[in-house]
């Protein structure tokens, strides 16, 4: 059974950088099958899609994050890893770290469904 | 604003038969792309319900279904149970500049 946890701190000041840490487990994360994503949801409202990585290390951002947003992959350790700058109180939400069956598309690797998600950590943006 | 368009919420009593819509546009939805759909009960994270439009995963009961027609798709929950109260969130792909997975903005279904 594929499970996915979320690390981090709960707390980041404003204008810091914000990181998360998510650790794979029962599956490998170099499966050329999966993306590995990470969506975040801010009290009350909807799900945020912020980007995806694949085990090569190729990487797609929402365009409404993209300047702040950086998203690694460490195989070894099977963990993937989110960085986002210069946060404001607007960054506050759960952030949850998910996987992402690929589906192969006229050619191309395309992000299907989130099927395995993480429980969620709360990031709080506050001084 | 989300870029899929779901009622923020529907409501029905115990036993009957829900619908909530996701309507998107020619760039995701209508360009042919499925759409899939998530649980969400309070306190927890998203739950697969069901993905490629109308398949269900191992272990979620046949009263979900899901269907897609032109650029819009439904789910349609049947003999409404108390604990399916909880948010419902369709996800698809856009083709747009962004190219990019895109969610809808949720609806919260209320069990009388």
């Known amino acids: 059974q594929v499970q996915l946890q979320e690390s981090g701190p709960g707390l980041v000041k404003p204008s810091q950088t914000l990181s998360l840490t998510c650790t794979v487990s029962g599956g490998s994360i170099s499966s050329g099958s999966y993306y590995w994503s990470w969506i975040r949801q801010p009290a009350g409202k909807g799900l945020e899609w912020i980007g995806r990585?694949?085990?090569?290390?190729?990487?797609n951002y929402n365009p409404s994050l993209k300047s702040r947003v950086t998203i690694s992959v460490d195989t070894s350790k099977n963990q993937f890893s989110l960085k986002l700058s210069s946060v404001t109180a607007a960054d506050t939400a759960v952030y949850y770290c998910?996987?992402?069956?690929?589906?192969?598309?006229?050619?191309?690797?395309?992000?299907?469904?989130?099927?395995?998600w993480g429980q969620g950590t709360l990031v709080t943006v506050s001084s | 604003q989300s870029v899929l368009t779901q009622p923020p919420s529907v409501s029905g009593a115990p036993g009957q038969r829900v619908t909530i819509s996701c309507t998107g546009s020619?760039?995701?939805?209508?360009?042919?792309?499925?759409v899939h759909w998530y649980q969400q009960l309070p306190g927890t994270a998203p739950k697969l319900l069901i993905y490629g439009n109308s398949n269900r995963p191992s272990g979620v009961p046949d009263r979900f279904s899901g269907s897609k027609s032109g650029t819009s798709a439904s789910l349609a929950i049947t003999g409404l149970q108390a604990e399916d109260e909880a948010d419902y969130y369709c996800?698809?792909?856009?083709?747009?500049?962004?190219?990019?997975?895109?969610f809808g903005g949720g609806t919260k279904l209320t069990v009388l």
């Open positions: 996800q698809s792909y856009d083709s747009s500049l962004s190219a990019q997975e895109v």
């Open positions: 020619s760039s995701n939805i209508g360009a042919g792309y499925d």
């Open positions: 998910a996987r992402v069956v690929v589906l192969l598309w006229f050619g191309e690797l395309l992000p299907h469904y989130f099927d395995y």
């Open positions: 990585i694949y085990t090569s290390g190729s990487t």
